[in-house]
């Protein structure tokens, strides 16, 4: 029976949090890049944005990652990896990327977003957001902005659930 661990309102009171937290640890926003991580992270990506526009008043730039090329499991998997858009909004030489996703894990596609991220350019300062730490780090990597930290076992599934998918706004655990 999937447990809930965030509802909707939950994940709107992680996303303004993390939202201030950006907004502290660099001192406002006029440098920043939110790179979202394909799929949920680019989700998450969009409302943070959303959030810290709304704070700051101007526009926050919103990219878009895909790593799947950059696994380093692709190829011990069974099925082909999707390939799927990466876009950013404007040149990242020299900007704050703050990389965005829904689920830190292993830290593996993080690793991969920051050799993606490399490859587009040189950030003068690279930042992890998640809404959703759950342990488990197989590499060396920590988020700087967290939504929420769930301590799980290794058996067990985080699942976010977004309206932006046409589902309820949800983290379940299963």
Not at 36 to 64: N, Y
Not at 81 to 90: I, K, L, Y
Not at 101 to 118: E, H, K, N, P
Not at 125 to 138: C, I, M, P, W
Request: charged fraction near 30%; avoid cysteine.
């Amino acid at each position: 029976m999937p447990k809930v661990l965030l509802d909707k309102k939950d994940i709107e009171r992680a996303i303004t949090r993390m939202s201030h937290e950006i907004i502290e640890k660099n001192k406002g926003v006029s440098s920043i890049l939110l790179a979202g991580i394909q799929r949920g992270g680019v989700h998450i990506a969009r409302r943070l944005a959303s959030k810290l526009g709304l704070i700051e008043g101007t526009e926050i730039p919103v990219g878009i990652l895909d790593i799947a090329l950059y696994r380093d499991d692709i190829n011990v998997r069974k099925e082909q990896p999707v390939v799927r858009r990466t876009h950013m909004p404007a040149e990242i030489h020299g900007l704050k990327v703050v990389l965005v996703d829904d689920v830190l894990f292993t830290g593996r596609s993080i690793r991969a977003a920051m050799d993606a991220i490399m490859d587009l350019g040189r950030p003068s300062a690279v930042q992890l957001a998640v809404l959703v730490d759950r342990g488990h780090r197989e590499l060396p990597i920590k988020a700087d902005f967290v939504g929420k930290n769930i301590p799980t076992s290794l058996d067990e599934t985080v699942r976010v659930q977004l309206s932006e998918d046409g589902l309820e706004d949800m983290v379940v655990l299963e």
